[in-house]
């Protein structure tokens, strides 16, 4: 499953450049990547149309053209378990936008001004500030270092392999495939915080119901 990367902002912040820039300094390390947008309008076709007729049965399409392909898949609002189903072959996906899902995340702006409910945050990307510190605050012209911290995240992702999950003290069962989420989902949420250089070592993590 591929490491998830939120770039997100106010409108007309400067978002989809920096997607832009990221995704081609990426590309030049060799990496595999996708590239998603959130946006506020509609984006299936419409009811009245054939392809439209069929999604409002909350059936998966897709049309394919002289110049490519494009699937239309009606469903809830995603998460970060989703949106990384899309793209299981990929090592990275730089999404645009949502602000309300989980993951690790450029904010493009000063760090004062990201609201308080957006998390996850590991660097901000400044077109305001004079310079950046090249561990939290990045400036134009620094893509390739910000770049660079992406790209360390994922070798340090990619390590990520093995998930056992115990309930009460009896180890569960995982097929691949949730295994690959889990991994994927704790392991991108984690690395980005302060102190966590490695998961080599692996990672406990202990969940338990509030009194």
């Not at 409910?117 to 660097?123: L, M, N, R, S, T």
């Not at 605050?137 to 992406?150: C, T």
Request: hydrophobic share 45%; charged share 25%.
């Amino acid at each position: 499953m591929p490491l998830l990367i939120a770039v997100s902002g106010f409108k007309d912040s400067g978002k989809t450049s920096l997607a832009r820039a990221l995704l081609t300094e990426l590309s030049g390390r060799g990496l595999s990547l996708a590239f998603m947008k959130h946006t506020d309008r509609d984006v299936l076709s419409p009811a009245g149309t054939d392809t439209g007729g069929i999604e409002s049965q909350g059936i998966p399409c897709a049309y394919w053209g002289n110049d490519g392909l494009r699937m239309e898949l009606p469903a809830a609002a995603p998460n970060s378990d989703t949106i990384a189903a899309l793209f299981p072959e990929k090592d990275i996906v730089i999404v645009e936008g949502a602000k309300s899902i989980s993951m690790p995340r450029i904010w493009v702006g000063s760090a004062e001004s990201a609201p308080p409910e957006v998390k996850g945050v590991f660097a901000c990307f400044d077109r305001a500030a004079e310079k950046g510190d090249g561990r939290f605050l990045y400036v134009p012209g620094e893509e390739n270092e910000l770049a660079d911290r992406i790209a360390a995240f994922h070798e340090r992702f990619a390590n990520v392999r093995c998930v056992r999950v115990a309930v009460r003290g009896k180890r569960l069962p995982l097929k691949p495939f949730v295994a690959e989420m889990i991994r994927g989902s704790i392991a991108g949420l984690l690395l980005p915080l302060k102190g966590i250089d490695s998961l080599k070592e692996g990672a406990d993590i202990h969940l338990a119901r509030s009194e």
